[in-house]
Nanobody, 121 residues
């Protein structure tokens, strides 16, 4: 199982950091992706980090604002979200799979329960 946390309320231009941890397995053996789903919209990929942590991928709308990283000692993956916009409001999910190849296809071995991010003006 995966658990995402760190969501909450932020103002436009503000920051939040999401965390993703695993139970029952070691997260550092997997690539980890972040997805989000806004009300009335389809789920979309946000970012993916390889198991080594050496490569990261981002959806165009978050490039330069979001940073994905992993802490091997804590076995945790983070999504640092800066310069938040109202359109970033969504439930954010983390997910794990063997690699980031085709990471946007949503085919992951494990999914977290989601954490709500609300951005207001």
């Amino acid at each position: 199982q995966l658990q995402a946390s760190g969501g909450g309320l932020a103002q436009t231009g503000g920051s939040l950091r999401l965390s993703c941890v695993a139970s029952g397995f070691t997260l550092d053996a997997y690539a980890v992706g972040w997805f989000r789903q806004a009300p009335g919209k389809e789920r979309e990929g946000v970012s993916c980090i390889t198991s080594s942590g050496h490569r990261a991928y981002y959806e165009d709308s978050v490039k330069g604002r979001f940073t994905i990283s992993r802490d091997r000692a804590e076995d945790t993956v983070y999504l640092q979200m800066n310069s938040l916009k109202i359109e970033d409001t969504a439930v954010y999910y983390c997910a794990a799979r063997p690699s980031c190849s085709t990471w946007l296809d949503g085919d992951y071995n494990y999914w977290g329960q989601g954490t709500l991010v609300t951005v207001s003006s």
